[in-house]
């Protein structure tokens, strides 16, 4: 889970650059501009699939976290603040 969630991550910057390249460069040519938007689409896409995966194994966290300790607990939160983290400063 973790990985994906790290995979996540790297993708959400990926799209970000993407994104950010078309409002910070114009594209002279319409053949430019029809680059830009495929990556933003490609990585809209690669967002989409990290999603389901995440999502996919949702229960199996939830299970881990109804058994798990109170360290597991700290360690969860701990993720989500780095993981909040990296989107605040990408």
Do not use: H
């Amino acid at each position: 889970m973790l990985d994906q969630l790290k995979k996540l991550q790297l993708d959400l910057v990926s799209y970000r650059e993407a994104v950010d390249e078309i409002f910070s460069l114009s594209p002279a040519t319409p053949r430019a501009w029809q680059q830009r938007l495929f990556e933003i689409l490609v990585c809209t896409s690669q967002l989409y699939l990290d999603y389901l995966l995440v999502v996919t194994n949702l229960p199996a966290l939830d299970a881990v976290s109804s058994k798990g300790s109170s360290s597991d607990l700290g360690r969860m939160c701990s993720v989500k603040e780095i993981f909040g983290r990296s989107l605040s400063t990408s």
